[in-house]
């Protein structure tokens, strides 16, 4: 089968496509054909960091082609979406039974809990797009009155919200200058740590809690367990299209490279798709 492995070019390392051997499933695991797989900042980490030979691909959609003897969840020809260890840049993966533009479906999701939601990003152009997506209120968040405008905005004479999900630790002191006192600023993705500097004293003062939130290098086990809740509390808003899909730029698998680079360009603010049947997913686009 075809798949994107990572191969060593004098100081880096680039996609290219190679003719690879077929996964054989083992008792407990299901066999998924490929249909699309999303792009992570996790992939560009793991080719610049190999030394060859590795299919990046942290998450896929697809339809189960074969089940082992222990698998009683799914049956051949279930459409499925998972969380993999890698090897998503591929025509087949194999998984063991259970186990982003994240962003817009955290705003959707939010709003669908009746909570109220402020959406923080860095252009105009993310600000309505933001907005399309049910945010109460978008702000610019490289605007020097950043924490003040949010803290106004949530109506409690400038102590702050609940709850902060950010993308990254770039701007870790604004998100926590924005929290109440007890709030909590979830991460997703450890980048931008080299420049993060923040100030322990208020954290203490606002009694605030820092979690990071990472799926890469999280057991199987703890993956079936974010995929449980998912299809018990997201799955059924999606089928019901009360929570929309984000798929802004498509790529056929042999332009893998192509789309990590976009990635890296626009730095993960755009959701990025790889495609197994390209020219099906653009009729289909074109049809919805």
């Avoid at 945010?135 to 409690?156: E, I």
């Avoid at 993705?189 to 100030?199: C, L, N, P």
């Avoid at 009360?242 to 042999?254: G, S």
């Avoid at 360009?265 to 997913?281: L, P, Q």
Wanted: proline share 2%; hydrophobic share 40%.
């Amino acid at each position: 089968m075809k798949a994107m492995v990572a191969q060593k070019r004098w100081f880096s390392s680039i996609l290219e496509q190679r003719e690879v051997k077929m996964p054989e499933i083992k008792d407990n695991e299901v066999l998924i054909k490929v249909c699309s797989a999303g792009v992570n900042r996790g992939d560009i980490i793991d080719v610049a960091t190999s030394d060859g030979g590795v299919c990046p691909g942290l998450e896929c959609s697809g339809i189960i082609e074969a089940v082992g003897r222990n698998v009683s969840c799914w049956k051949v020809g279930e459409r499925v979406c998972a969380i993999l260890k890698g090897g998503g840049y591929t025509e087949q993966v194999a998984i063991r039974e259970g186990p982003s533009w994240i962003g817009a479906l955290a705003i959707q999701y939010a709003k669908y809990m009746g909570l109220k939601v402020i959406a923080a990003t860095g252009s105009s152009e993310l600000v309505s797009i933001c907005n399309h997506y049910g945010a109460d209120f978008s702000v610019d968040d490289t605007s020097r009155n950043f924490v003040t405008t949010v803290t106004d905005k949530t109506g409690r004479k400038g102590k702050g919200v609940d709850f902060v999900l950010a993308y990254g630790v770039f701007d870790l002191q604004a998100n926590i200058n924005c929290c109440r006192t007890g709030g909590k600023v979830v991460i997703v993705d450890f980048h931008g740590t080299d420049s993060t500097r923040i100030d322990l004293a208020l954290l203490q003062e606002k009694h605030a809690e820092i979690k990071v939130f990472d799926l890469q290098f999280r057991d199987l086990d703890y993956l079936a367990s974010v995929i449980a809740e998912v299809r018990i509390h997201l799955w059924p808003l999606i089928l019901e299209q009360k929570v929309v899909r984000i798929d802004k730029h498509r790529f056929p698998l042999i332009e893998a490279q192509k789309a990590l680079d976009l990635f890296r360009k626009h730095d993960g603010y755009e959701k990025i798709t790889i495609f197994m049947d390209f020219e099906k997913a653009c009729r289909h686009r074109k049809m919805n």
